[in-house]
């Protein structure tokens, strides 16, 4: 636990030191390409630390607090979407690994689901379930299950298929049914690839609550202060910079959540599955 702490630390430092790096050398020879190289374009790191702990608006409370609470709206959203997106793709890639014919008639419309741009999607959700008596940060949680769904059905999919083939042929010899080599067989061979996809589909809800709140108008989370802090970038680069490492602080705290899950989960499951 110490070695990965002082690893962890380190590449903090490192990142930190390239950036100031970077953006002395780009000071320096006043780089213009890609962009300009300033204090409003590029600020320091602990200007934008420092300004967590400045008040946000005048007399106001401190720039931390409010996106602590901003964060905690957001997570709440992400978590939901995060299941229902999970257990939808879950529940597709069972009964897709199940049958060939619908395998081949409806992954293509799966894959084909997450080229439409989630921000033509969501608008359509928001007033699909607005009226319906759901509270309004709902349809952001259904926004974070669409791009959820899609790499737990995948990978759940593979994972279920992973099954060793001689233990299927016991299984059926022994006229086991369906619901017994699913739950007994094919989801412990899966779970290191549902583990996998979790992953992923952790950080994506996240990233799929914040960008559903602005079509909702919910200014509660971080999508509306990056949004509200965005406006006043001219004047105040760091605060909008800041906002951003919440939201990623956001996302790898789901990520880690995760791994924490897995630890617990695969370590029980049978040791040739494991």
Excluded: C
């Amino acid at each position: 636990m110490l070695r990965r702490a002082v690893v962890f630390l380190a590449v903090l430092a490192g990142i930190w030191g390239l950036w100031e790096a970077f953006k002395a050398f780009g000071e320096a020879v006043e780089l213009t390409w890609p962009f300009t190289v300033n204090d409003r374009t590029f600020p320091h790191i602990h200007d934008m630390i420092g300004q967590l702990f400045e008040p946000s608006r005048r007399n106001g409370p401190l720039l931390i607090e409010v996106l602590w609470d901003a964060a905690l709206f957001t997570a709440k959203e992400a978590f939901v979407g995060f299941l229902l997106g999970a257990s939808v793709g879950f529940l597709i890639a069972i009964v897709l690994v199940h049958s060939n014919l619908l395998q081949r008639g409806f992954l293509p419309y799966i894959v084909a689901s997450q080229t439409v741009p989630i921000l033509a999607i969501a608008p359509m959700v928001v007033v699909w379930l607005g009226g319906r008596g759901l509270p309004g940060w709902f349809s952001v949680s259904v926004i974070a299950a669409y791009l959820t769904f899609f790499p737990v059905t995948i990978n759940a999919l593979r994972g279920l298929q992973s099954a060793d083939p001689r233990a299927m042929e016991l299984m059926h010899s022994y006229a086991a049914s369906r619901w017994a080599i699913l739950w007994k067989l094919r989801v412990p061979a899966a779970l290191p690839y549902l583990f996998a996809a979790f992953k992923i589909a952790a950080t994506a809800s996240v990233v799929g609550a914040i960008i559903g709140e602005l079509p909702a108008s919910i200014q509660d989370g971080l999508g509306g202060a990056i949004l509200n802090f965005n406006q006043y970038y001219a004047s105040s680069p760091p605060s909008l910079w800041a906002t951003n490492i919440i939201a990623a602080l956001l996302g790898i705290a789901f990520f880690l959540a995760i791994v924490g899950a897995e630890k617990l989960v695969v370590k029980r499951a049978p040791e040739h599955y494991a």
